[in-house]
């Protein structure tokens, strides 16, 4: 079992930056990979980025590359801060952290609770 706590949430006006964190807890064998999603209301779950064990990582839609990016925490395996630059109105969501036990893209089972995001125009 892993447990995650997300913080760092908050409202900020557009063009301002927030770092979220993430920190995981439990089994660190089940740690391949950790990832980032947001969720605005109303819209689907969408991948925001990943690290995998190795430090490899990844920032998915194009509407938050260049501005958003993932790493660890001192390269620790548990500890995992997303920094969000140059924020929109559009980046408004919840955002949780997830661990991916596995290699397969999709096997996200270990979820936060989330912190909102909230960017004022």
């Known amino acids: 079992q892993v447990q995650l706590v997300e913080s760092g949430g908050g409202l900020v006006q557009a063009g301002g930056s927030l770092t979220l964190s993430c920190a995981a807890s439990?089994?660190?064998?089940?740690?391949?990979?950790m990832g980032w999603f947001r969720q605005a209301p109303g819209k689907d779950r969408e991948f925001v980025g990943s690290i995998s064990r190795s430090g490899g990582s990844t920032i998915s839609p194009d509407s938050v590359k260049g501005r958003f990016f993932i790493y660890r925490d001192n390269g620790l395996l548990r500890t995992v801060r997303l920094q969000m630059n140059r924020l929109k109105p559009e980046d408004t969501a919840k955002y949780y952290c997830?661990?991916?036990?596995?290699?397969?893209?999709?096997?996200?089972?270990?979820w936060g609770q989330g912190t909102q995001v909230t960017v004022s125009s």
């Open positions: 997830a661990v991916r036990s596995g290699p397969a893209p999709s096997s996200y089972d270990y």
């Open positions: 439990g089994r660190s064998s089940e740690i391949y990979a």
